[in-house]
């Protein structure tokens, strides 16, 4: 609701695409640069109490945001700045929260569905989100949408502060921070699996992801709708993300290397005919199939390194997940908006989705690496090798919510 509210007062303010662009630069701009560094205290840190501390700040962060705009204060300046303020507390938030997965699961047998299962609760709120938003703006004003996010941490702080038995990560306090980013670097960047992984997520990122970013002039300059289109658009987006990510949660094993070239290509293509689309319906199908393809992308990713990487390195190689997937995208935003100022959404949109494309050409040549180390990766409950190759059948519709059920009780 926030995200969608924010574009859509930026736009309303503003009535510019580049100012769209650099708002969504400034919100992701501090995953690129803090990151790195975020991912060795995720490493020496308590990953629990870390994501206490960064969720009460978001909480008063969207306090704020929602009280500047609700006593009609708010301008595109305040606007930038709580962006960028929300982007800093994501950078040290989400590094914690990705490798947190792990300390919540007992087997590693299950770590596909929990990434999947994690996805499409997110992908719930994506889906209801700009749904909601779009009717909240049009009765009520963006600043209803802020509050209502404010309020909503009560539900996440009090979540956190429930959870029991999660263990703390020993510090390694004889390390200098930079001697363990380092070797963090060194460790990514000497492995062809998890290199080829980054820079294709990195590079998706950069070029095809951004195209949230136009949605509001899509919606509003070459559809004629307004925030409903928008939010129904968004939604949809959503709602290929969930789909995709409940279909990977009912996977009984990793998805290999190939989903992500099919996720890269799927993307692409979408986008390429939603940038020729004037019909509201199908450019809600394109967009469908455009969600479907980015969580493809993002959740196969993030399972395989999550599979592949030593329990040591876990913080710094999700903390260079997380610049690869966060960081390059408010550059891509600002690029997009940039040309989409110059060229036009359309144009823009299609020149992200032939590099998509070319994109998963390029990783199609990394796939022997990526298929080696995820052969490697044990399952070490069961002591069963997790396969390399994605053409493994998912478990019949009639056991999956057996499935379910057995990991909802772990």
């Known amino acids: 609701m926030t995200r969608l509210a ?67 204060t708010i301008n595109v300046t305040w606007l930038i700045a709580l962006a960028f303020l929300q982007g800093v507390i994501n950078s ?55 509050l209502i996010d404010g309020m909503s941490y009560i539900a996440v702080l009090s979540s956190l502060l429930a959870m029991k038995r999660i263990s703390v990560q020993p510090s390694r306090a004889g390390k200098k921070a930079w001697q363990e980013f380092r070797e963090g670097w060194h460790y990514s960047y000497r492995s062809p699996a998890i290199r080829s992984i980054l820079i294709m997520l990195a590079w998706g990122s950069l070029v095809a992801m951004p195209f949230s970013t136009l949605l509001p002039i899509v919606a509003n300059d070459i559809l004629g709708g307004e925030a409903c289109t928008l939010g129904f658009l968004t939604a949809a987006v959503g709602l290929g993300a969930l789909v995709c990510a409940v279909a990977m949660a009912m996977r009984e094993t990793l998805v290999g290397g190939k989903w992500l070239v099919i996720a890269s290509s799927t993307l692409g293509c979408s986008l390429i005919l939603f940038s020729f689309s004037r019909s509201v319906w199908v450019s809600l199908l394109l967009m469908f199939c455009a969600g479907f393809g980015m969580m493809r992308q993002v959740v196969a990713g993030d399972t395989i390194l999550q599979a592949i ?23 891509g935003s600002l690029i997009g908006g940039s040309l989409a100022a110059s060229f036009g959404a359309p144009h823009t949109l299609m020149v992200s989705g032939l590099l998509s494309v070319l994109a998963a050409v390029w990783f199609w040549t990394r796939l022997p690496a990526v ?40």
């Open 371 to 410: 298929r080696r180390a995820t052969v490697q990766s044990i399952d070490p409950a069961h002591n069963r090798t997790v396969e390399p190759h994605s053409q493994l059948a998912p478990a019949p519709v009639s056991a999956w919510p057996a499935r379910i059920s057995v990991f909802a009780r772990r």
């Open 309 to 331: 990487v030593d329990d040591g390195k876990r913080g710094r190689v999700m903390s260079f997940y997380t610049v690869a997937v966060f960081g390059f995208s408010p550059i």
């Open 6 to 72: 924010t574009s859509w007062l930026v736009y309303r303010l503003t009535d510019s695409p580049f100012m769209l662009g650099l708002a969504g630069f400034a919100g992701q701009i501090p995953a690129l640069v803090l990151s790195p560094l975020a991912g060795v205290w995720a490493d020496r840190w308590d990953r629990r109490r870390t994501m206490l501390c960064t969720q009460t700040l978001a909480m008063l962060q969207a306090l704020a945001l929602a009280a500047l705009t609700l006593t009609g």
């Open 92 to 146: 040290f938030e989400t590094p914690a929260r990705q490798a947190f997965v792990m300390d919540m699961i007992e087997d590693r047998a299950d770590l596909c569905n929990a990434i999947a299962l994690n996805s499409t609760i997110v992908n719930l709120g994506r889906l209801a989100g700009p749904a909601i938003a779009g009717v909240v703006i049009a009765s009520a004003g963006e600043g209803f949408c802020f």
